[in-house]
């Protein structure tokens, strides 16, 4: 069974500072990764997704994640972040052409000014 | 496109009542699935779709809940009778694998109080 450990339940960052959200993910197979964002009373958003090819996946409003198969990881980055920043991502894993997504527990972004 | 359509949005009401949620997929997608969120047990995959048939109703908490897809455009989810441990954001999400990706697009929520 696949599995998404995101370690940090906050993250706060200051604007204009880099920002990472940690993910590690188990499955077995090929993983397919994702990251979304949901903001305060709305739906979870698609930002990127690896499923092959460059490590590096450059996604929505500026964010990228590296997938590192070594350390099963692919985390979220950003290299300048902004207020607007601020909401809860999640992380998901699905095997190699599963339909079916597993989503961490979620982490909550905090930049401030 | 407009996207995932859920309706209500909001939802109240008492405990043993039935209740209905409803959700349109995004035009040409063939995948769908209803999804729970609380606080304490965060997002929760309850059952999906495929081409219209159920796949995996492991997620749906028992037999007070349940869901069809009658057609390409169109979803329910209905509990009978409902309880308060049921209030939660539920969320409809479609994809089309294969196609435009693996990812799943989110409708808006119902949110749903039980009281």
């Known amino acids: 069974a696949q599995s998404v450990a995101q370690p940090e339940d906050q993250v706060n960052v200051a604007e204009g500072n880099p920002l990472t959200v940690k993910c590690t993910y188990s499955?077995?197979?090929?993983?397919?990764l994702f990251w979304y964002v949901q903001y305060p009373n709305r739906g979870l958003q698609f930002l990127l997704k690896y499923i092959t090819g460059d490590n590096l996946v450059k996604g929505s409003y500026g964010f990228e994640a590296e997938f590192n198969k070594s350390q099963t990881s692919f985390h979220l980055k950003k290299p300048s972040a902004l207020v607007s920043d601020s909401a809860l991502y999640f992380c998901a894993v699905s095997p190699g052409g599963g339909n079916k997504l597993t989503f961490g527990t979620g982490t909550q972004l905090k930049v401030e000014l | 496109d407009a996207g995932v359509i859920q309706s209500p949005r909001h939802e109240v009401t008492e405990m043993g009542q039935e209740v209905t949620l409803r959700c349109k997929p995004i035009?040409?997608?063939?995948?769908l699935f209803w999804y729970r969120q609380t606080m304490m047990r965060g997002l929760e995959l309850l059952i999906y779709?495929?081409?219209?048939?159920?796949?995996?109703d492991s997620g749906m908490p028992e037999d007070r809940f349940s869901a069809k897809m009658p057609n390409a455009s169109f979803s329910t989810l209905k509990i009978q009778p409902s309880e308060p441990r049921d209030s939660a954001v539920y969320f409809c999400?479609?994809?089309?694998?294969?196609?435009?990706?693996?990812?799943?697009?989110f409708g808006p929520g119902t949110r749903l109080t039980v009281t």
């Open positions: 499955v077995s197979g090929n993983p397919y």
């Open positions: 779709f495929n081409n219209n048939v159920p796949i995996d």
């Open positions: 999400a479609s994809s089309s694998p294969g196609k435009s990706g693996y990812e799943q697009y």
């Open positions: 035009s040409g997608h063939n995948s």
